[in-house]
């Protein structure tokens, strides 16, 4: 009865969906990133309730579910709270390894900023002082900072 | 309070890198059907169906309805969860829900995933935000990688400490017909294996599996004529995070979600000491880091003593409190089932089914489920009727 089966060559279908997406940044994301792209200034607010200062802009705390209206603009400077540092290859990697991806906790921030530091790999630690890079082609999205780098 | 609800049958299919001789829909039936006849149940004895898997992982959006001629639901309530990571943990608590709220006598739940058809990476960096975390963070390696320097910097934990994790599940599923990785790893193979991203090397991070799981629950007064060792839910507890990697994850705090879900869970169950209590424990482990510092956010040693706990061998088997006796999910990842099987394979220990992995006398079991963006459940199983 399940001879057959030795002898079935097992067949494989190829295929691939690329769905082109749009997605709203809203008016505190889009007003974080133009902030970027025309001032090189990064942007955070202030929940009124507990006072944590989170960076990219919210437009509400997630933790006391109320609105948050105060803008604080924040140094592009802050220090490492923890990184790795990526070797293997992946097509959907901003950069070529070896990079680092960074949790950076800029200076009047309550939150990590994630980003990339791409230089002087073997000095990294936590705690260490890093300033933003920004790119000289800004175009309103989060690598508007190309980068981190010890200061 | 909802009814009482035990797990009465579990059900698993052979995991492998690749099942080309089957389709997802075929690979889920081969689970409920060997859940079926571990529980002595015919399909229509089912009354509703939960199933999930991860999505953008086969393509297919609809599963409930796809896997219809596979979870035997045809012409039954079902409905599709998925959550990530968690998803198999999340379904194994909805079919909970579905039987606890008095709606459905006897619930399935199926969980199941052919990575082999995808690709991983690119689908799992879906559950990152598109706007402000998809640049970065591509897949889960990174995000657990910066967690586990974070780990090594705080208390001084070595590589060394975490592949001893890797050896011990890789060992614990030698004695597992189901795992899919069926060869012994050792540290040192471990620490040769080539740098992800530090300190994850290729021997510390789970492989990509094809399998299902499917497990039946029953409600009090039938789960005790359907089993003759039901393993019942003592306790049930999902919590869920920001997707900010930069907020919801202090590295230096620990695993947030999973310290509040397990502490939840434990008040739930009435355990005060869970290491003295629980006899068995399946942790969603996806990479060895986790076996040292998670066991800590689920309160089963001191902050920082984890390298010491697991060096000491109380969580091999054997120990004060064996730990993935199945092999775990470092010895097998079928993504949507994955959180399932720790369920599964607790019921089993409590159900005494575990052949040669069996925990001696093992009467109450954690199992956990954790997904991308650093969220938790956790699953609470005992062969005490609660």
């Known amino acids: 009865m399940s001879d057959w089966r030795k002898d079935v060559e097992p067949l494989t279908l190829k295929?691939?969906?690329?769905?082109?997406?749009?997605?709203?940044?809203?008016?505190?994301?889009?007003?974080?990133?133009?902030?970027?792209r025309d001032e090189k200034k990064i942007l955070g607010s202030r929940c009124p309730e507990c006072g944590k200062v989170f960076v990219p802009a919210r437009k509400n705390c997630g933790a006391c579910f109320v609105d948050i209206s105060e803008w604080v603009e924040l140094k592009p400077e802050g220090v490492i709270e923890a990184y790795t540092i990526v070797h293997y290859s992946h097509p959907i990697q901003p950069v070529k390894p070896p990079f680092a991806y960074a949790l950076i906790k800029l200076d009047g921030a309550d939150v990590g900023f994630l980003h990339l530091i791409k230089k002087d790999l073997?000095?990294?630690?936590n705690g260490l002082r890093v300033k933003a890079e920004f790119s000289g082609e800004r175009t309103g999205k989060i690598l508007d900072i190309d980068s981190f780098e010890l200061v | 309070m909802g009814r009482k609800v035990a797990v009465v049958g579990t059900g698993q299919t052979y995991h492998r890198s690749?099942?080309?001789?089957?389709?997802?829909?075929?690979?889920?039936?081969?689970?409920?059907?060997?859940?079926?006849?571990?529980?002595?149940?015919?399909?229509?004895?089912?009354?509703?169906?939960?199933?999930?898997?991860?999505?953008?992982?086969?393509?297919?959006n609809y599963v409930d309805t796809y896997s219809i001629e596979g979870s035997g639901a045809f012409m039954k309530p079902i409905m599709k969860v998925s959550t990530g990571g968690t998803t198999g943990a999340t379904v194994a608590i909805a079919a909970y829900y579905h039987a606890a709220s008095g709606l459905f006598d006897r619930v399935l739940a199926v969980g199941f995933e052919k990575n082999s058809e995808s690709d991983t990476t690119g689908a799992i960096i879906t559950c990152s935000d598109p706007i402000w975390d998809r640049f970065s963070y591509s897949g889960a390696i990174p995000s657990l990688a910066t967690e586990a320097t974070a780990y090594m910097e705080q208390y001084g934990a070595t590589q060394e400490d975490a592949a001893l994790v890797g050896e011990r599940d890789r060992n614990h599923a030698l004695n597992n017909?189901?795992?899919?990785?069926?060869?012994?790893?050792?540290?040192?193979?471990?620490?040769?294996?080539?740098?992800?991203?530090?300190p994850i090397k290729l021997g510390d991070i789970c492989p990509?599996?094809?399998?299902?799981?499917?497990?039946i629950l029953a409600a009090d007064g039938i789960a005790q004529k359907t089993a003759s060792r039901p393993a019942w839910f003592k306790a049930v507890s999902v919590r869920h995070t920001y997707t900010w990697f930069?907020?919801?994850?202090?590295?230096?705090?620990?695993?947030?979600?999973?310290?509040?879900?397990?502490?939840?869970?434990?008040?739930?169950?009435?355990?005060?000491?869970?290491?003295d209590e629980l006899d068995v424990a399946e942790l969603y482990l996806p990479y060895t880091w986790a076996g040292l510092k998670w066991i800590e956010d689920l309160g089963l040693c001191g902050r920082g003593e984890a390298a010491r706990f697991v060096g000491d061998k109380n969580t091999h088997m054997g120990g004060k409190l064996p730990i993935n006796p199945s092999g775990g999910v470092i010895s097998t990842n079928c993504i949507g089932a994955t959180a399932m099987l720790r369920v599964a394979e607790a019921a089993i220990q409590v159900m005494g089914k575990g052949g040669k992995r069996q925990v001696p006398e093992a009467k109450n079991a954690l199992a956990t489920g954790f997904g991308g963006c650093f969220w938790t459940d956790v699953v609470i199983l005992s062969s005490e009727r609660p």
């Open chain 1, 15 to 36: 295929g691939q969906i690329a769905i082109p997406y749009t997605w709203h940044v809203g008016d505190v994301g889009s007003r974080f990133l133009a902030a970027l």
């Open chain 2, 208 to 215: 990509r599996s094809d399998g299902a799981c499917a497990m």
């Open chain 2, 18 to 60: 690749h099942r080309p001789d089957v389709t997802s829909r075929e690979m889920i039936r081969e689970a409920v059907t060997s859940a079926l006849a571990d529980a002595d149940l015919k399909i229509k004895d089912i009354d509703a169906v939960v199933i999930g898997n991860m999505d953008h992982f086969e393509s297919i």
């Open chain 1, 122 to 125: 073997d000095k990294l630690k």
């Open chain 2, 177 to 198: 017909p189901y795992a899919h990785l069926q060869r012994p790893l050792t540290v040192k193979d471990i620490m040769a294996s080539p740098m992800l991203a530090y």
């Open chain 2, 246 to 275: 930069g907020d919801s994850t202090d590295y230096n705090k620990g695993l947030v979600s999973m310290q509040q879900a397990s502490q939840e869970a434990y008040a739930r169950a009435g355990i005060r000491s869970p290491v």
